[in-house]
């Protein structure tokens, strides 16, 4: 059975970090791109991260850039995405994902909210 089980999520201030984890069982990890989401209320989902199954390339949008870093551990089967200076607008349901076609698993999500 496929798994994908995010934790980390919580309330922090403005300017604070977060440690994301996804733990994903059911499949082979290792041959799998990795991606995180984030779906704001009212929003549509967006992609903050992608990591290649190798963890060679990583890629990020404009909005997060430079503050979120995605890594990946295939012994572990687990891909994190630590997020440095938040701002209000981080503040969304975080998803991780995990893609290699045409299979496309997603985790539950961990909510991240950011205000002071």
């Known amino acids: 059975q496929v798994q994908l089980v995010e934790s980390g999520g919580g309330l922090v201030q403005p300017g604070g970090s977060l440690r994301l984890s996804c733990e994903a069982s059911?499949?082979?990890?290792?041959?799998?791109?990795m991606n995180w989401f984030r779906q704001a209320p009212g929003k549509g989902r967006e992609l903050v991260a992608t990591i290649t199954s190798t963890g060679v390339t990583t890629n990020y949008p404009d909005s997060v850039k430079g503050r979120f870093t995605v890594s990946r551990d295939n012994a572990k089967r687990t891909v994190y995405l630590q997020m440095n200076s938040l701002k209000p607008e981080d503040t969304a349901v975080y998803y991780c994902?995990?893609?290699?076609?045409?299979?496309?698993?997603w985790g539950q999500g961990t909510q991240v909210t950011v205000s002071s």
């Open positions: 059911g499949f082979t990890f290792s041959t799998y791109f």
């Open positions: 994902n995990a893609k290699r076609f045409p299979q496309d698993y």
